[in-house]
């Protein structure tokens, strides 16, 4: 059975940095496109970023492109997000999700992703 565990969520204040990490236990991580998606109260799930399983390709949402940063480490079959100058409006539980995908691309829907974490709360205080 494939599990994704997402770490590294907090309480932060506004200004500050987190890094969320998630671990895919699959044989072949380095098949699979992964991405982040953040679901606030009431809110629909939204994506936020995405990497190709080579990394050489990676997608963001547009009001997290310049603050956030997307890379994996497929030796340690880790994603990472990397969540920089962090706003109140970033409060969300953050998912992750992995893709089969052999190509080098990345795709951005929700419907896309077969398998999901069970989330990290990130909070931040203004």
């Known amino acids: 059975q494939v599990q994704l565990v997402e770490s590294g969520g907090g309480l932060v204040q506004a200004g500050d940095s987190l890094r969320l990490s998630c671990t895919f236990s699959?044989?072949?991580?380095?098949?699979?496109?992964m991405a982040w998606f953040r679901q606030a109260p009431e809110k629909e799930r939204e994506f936020v970023a995405a990497?190709?399983?080579?990394?050489?390709?990676?997608e963001y949402a547009d009001s997290m492109k310049g603050r956030f940063s997307i890379s994996r480490d497929n030796a340690k079959n880790t994603v990472y997000l990397q969540m920089n100058s962090l706003k109140p409006e970033d409060t969300a539980f953050y998912y992750c999700a992995a893709e089969f995908n052999m190509g080098d691309y990345v795709r951005t829907g929700p419907a896309s992703y077969d398998d999901w974490g069970q989330g990290t709360q990130v909070t931040v205080s203004s």
């Open positions: 699959v044989r072949t991580f380095n098949t699979y496109a």
């Open positions: 990497i190709s399983r080579s990394g050489n390709s990676t």
